[in-house]
């Protein structure tokens, strides 16, 4: 009882804030206000078949289905979004928006066999670094949600690589040629794997995953982000 009447009194003084607009949240809110998750540019591309994310891959790597939550523009408030979970720690955010994009792709028919959730792997300096990997944030929210079991062991990145921010296509293409490895091959045979990222530009680096996860199983592969970069 005074744990609850300490924190009532606490969320007076210090309320948690919208990270977006920055106005206090009410009861019921987590992160993200109800009127800013409305407004959110959403894709929605868990609706539309062989949409522009798709495309990113064809002729490349053949993928089920591939969404993402929101347009991730210059200039859009929420764009700061990924930068607050993958550079300040803020992983309850990853979680909640992996929440909101599990909310739209549950009980969608493209999206019900799906067997495991694979988030992009970091390298594991890098990942001790940060603290945690984001995508795994983002897919643990997603789980929750559709009650789909995350695999965070058997696809591993081998090679420590620099940031993909300010390379062009074919820089982010090379830097992350075959720096994935399957460890476990007979955990995704016959399997239908989903694998989560934050944010998607050139679609490199989840193409590079995907394509080592199918040169050694036989597993259908579908892709999920949160931010697709598309003007």
Known sequence: ????IWNALLNLVFPDLCEVCRTPLVKSEKCICLSCLYAMPKTKYWNEPDNELEKLFWGKVHVERACALFFYRIGSSYRPLIHKFKYQGNYSL?????????SYLNGLDSYRGIDMLVPVPLHPRKERKRGYNQSEQIAKGISNVMQIPVETRSLIRMVYTETQTKKNKLERRENVKEVFKVKDVKLFEDKHVMLIDDVITTGATIEACALALQENCRCKVSIASLGFVYN
């Open 94 to 102: 990853a979680i909640r928006l992996g929440e909101d994009l599990g």
């Open 1 to 4: 009882m005074f744990k609850e």
